[in-house]
Structures are given as C-alpha cells and as structure tokens.
C-alpha cells in the first residue's frame, strides 16, 4: 500500500481527496492534518466518513510527513512553500494543489498572489499537474503542481486547437462559471446562500488570479503568447464549472469533431460528446471527467468549445488522485471510477 498524508484536511478539496482515497485500493492515508482542528476525529467533522477512518487531525510536522510515500498539501496558497523544501529532502514526492508552484515566472506569481515566494529554488523543478498534457513528465517528479479548476476547464477546451495552429491565438475567450465551492470553506459574505441562490454574476473582470496559470498553458500549446479575455462567473450551485470558450478559425474546412476525438482518444478522464451536444454541469459532478462539446455556428470562422467539470475534482482533488496514480505506476483511473449522481 501506498501511504499518503493530507496538510489541509478541513478544507473542501481536502475532504474530497479523503473521499476519493477512502475507495482506492491501493493508498492508506496515515497522517491528516489541521492545526485548527488538532484532536478531533476526521469521521466527527465529516461524518460521511464514518467507517471508512480512524484518524484524528494532528499539527503538521516534516518528520511525520516524511514517513508518507507521498504528501498532499490542500492548502491556502503560501502554505506549501513553508514545508516543501524540508518534504523533498527526505525523498517524499509531493502533490500540491495550491498554486505556489503553478507559474514559472516568480514575479508574475508574486505580483498576483501578492507576496514573496518563500521556495523559489524550487519553482523550475515543479511538475505542472495536467496529466493530459505532462503525463510523461509527472512519472517522475517530485513535486507536481495541481492544475487549478479554471485552468483545467478552459486548457482542455482550446489546447486541441492551439496545438494544431487552427486558431488566432491572439484572440482568445474564456468565459467560465464555477459553484460557490470554488470560493473554498472559509466563511464570506459573498457566499452565503442569501446572496448567492437565485442570482448570477460575473467577477474578477480587471483579473483573476488563475488567468496567467491558463495563458502559461496556452502559450505552451501555441508555441508562444497567447492573448486571452478570461471573465469567472458565479454560479448558484456548491460545485462544478461549465465553460464557454471562443477562438477565430484561421482555416477552413476542419473537422474539429474529429480533431477533438482525436486528441482525447486515449484519455481515461476526457470525453468528447457527440456532434451537436451541450455538456451540462451535472454530467460530471463528483467525478474526475471532463467533458467536451465542440460547435462551430452557423459553418463561420468562430469555434465555440463547451467543457464541463467538477471543480473540486477534476479540478483539484481528483486531478490529484490521478497524477499520484501516474507518479507510483498503478492504473489511472484507480480511486477514480465513480460515477456522476443525477439528477
């Protein structure tokens, strides 16, 4: 058995991954932590987990973390750096699901996230998590940075196109919507259910911080920069993220159906729809798919792609999941089978 520990364990995407771990038959989560909620049972916070551990969250300490094969950290960003360095000495490889380690240009990070990196030196040794993209490099790596939940959502939409030169690179548009779960569990007013239900809004306009995290991605698709508008919404829902991504065709006569089911064929996580469909929210929820429609209105130059996902899973803790999967060898889709509960 692999042995894992969780640093962030009260959050969402820190209960999802023990969910998702609690069925993978060959991961043992040993150690589980929160300073805030030092002593108390994992299973009398999140009672859905009763049966399945008899852990209790403890202070976070490396020379634990160290007796783990592998370390998660579901943590606020700035968190990870603090530990990483000290984790990586002791050889136990790491998945972060934060974004301290998402962008490679230090500066770019900092002026968003709008303090100083505390682990720079390792910041170009950081795996970014997309295994569609970086499968072969996150079998070997040490530290894997989680792709964030908008990221994924609008890479896996427009990363066909990029790769193949189909489109304006310069004129690209991402409009996403995400459930509250995205805002994390901490208490705001923005987020209670008054201010949320009945009501859509779009936010982070003048910018938001996963945008340059989507544009390193698309670039690297591209094979250089990318110019894109990226306008979050809020959704009245607790999890999920459809979006709606726009690019001018720069070629005529291209079936982007089969481009798309090309591309995908062969990943477990990816589903290319029919011809026609519209992916709905739900089609994903609680699952690690992505799910695909790609249009092109009325036959013009405008290809219009919709993609849904779970943000805290695909987006975050079933992202996770998957890479550890790839990182020790086992199948891909260990741990990770479930399928979406509707209605």
Avoid at 19 to 40: D, F, K, Q, Y
Wanted: glycine share 10%; proline share 5%; with cysteine.
């Amino acid at each position: 058995m692999i042995k894992v520990g969780i640093v962030g364990g009260t959050g969402y995407t820190g209960v999802e991954l023990l969910r998702l771990l609690a069925g993978h038959p060959e991961v043992e989560v040993t150690v589980i932590t929160s300073r805030a909620e030092e002593g108390v049972r994992v299973d009398e916070l999140y009672p859905n987990l009763r049966g399945h551990y008899d852990l209790a969250f403890s202070t976070p300490k490396a020379c634990e973390l160290a007796q783990c094969d592998a370390v998660f950290f579901a943590t606020p960003h700035g968190v990870a750096q603090g530990m990483m360095a000290e984790l990586l000495a002791f050889n136990t490889r790491v998945i972060d699901l934060s974004a301290d380690f998402r962008i490679k240009d230090i500066d770019t990070w900092e002026a968003w996230y709008n303090q100083s990196h505390g682990c720079p030196e390792l910041v170009a040794e950081a795996v970014y998590g997309l295994p569609e993209v970086n499968r072969q490099a996150i079998r070997t790596a040490r530290l894997v940075a989680c792709a964030g939940c908008y990221p994924t959502s609008v890479q896996l939409g427009l990363i066909p196109l990029l790769e193949k030169g189909l489109v304006d690179p310069s004129r690209l548009i991402a409009n996403a919507a995400s459930g509250v779960s995205g805002a994390g569990r901490g208490s705001s007013v923005d987020n209670l259910c008054a201010e949320v239900a009945d009501s859509f809004k779009a936010y982070g306009v003048k910018g938001h911080r996963h945008l340059p995290e989507i544009k390193q991605g698309l670039s690297e698709a591209a094979g250089g920069e990318v110019g894109l508008t990226f306008v979050p919404h809020l959704l009245p829902m607790i999890r999920g993220i459809h979006a709606t991504l726009y690019s001018e065709l720069q070629v005529e006569g291209v079936d982007l159906q089969a481009l798309f089911e090309e591309r995908y064929r062969d990943e477990p996580f990816v589903d290319v729809l029919p011809a026609g469909s519209h992916p709905q929210t739900r089609y994903v929820k609680g699952t690690n798919m992505c799910r695909i429609a790609v249009h092109q209105p009325q036959g013009e130059k405008t290809a219009v792609v919709l993609s849904v996902i779970d943000n805290l899973c695909k987006g975050a803790s079933g992202q996770a999941v998957q890479c550890l999967n790839i990182m020790f060898g086992l199948p891909e889709t260990a741990g990770l089978n479930s399928i979406a509960a509707m209605p």
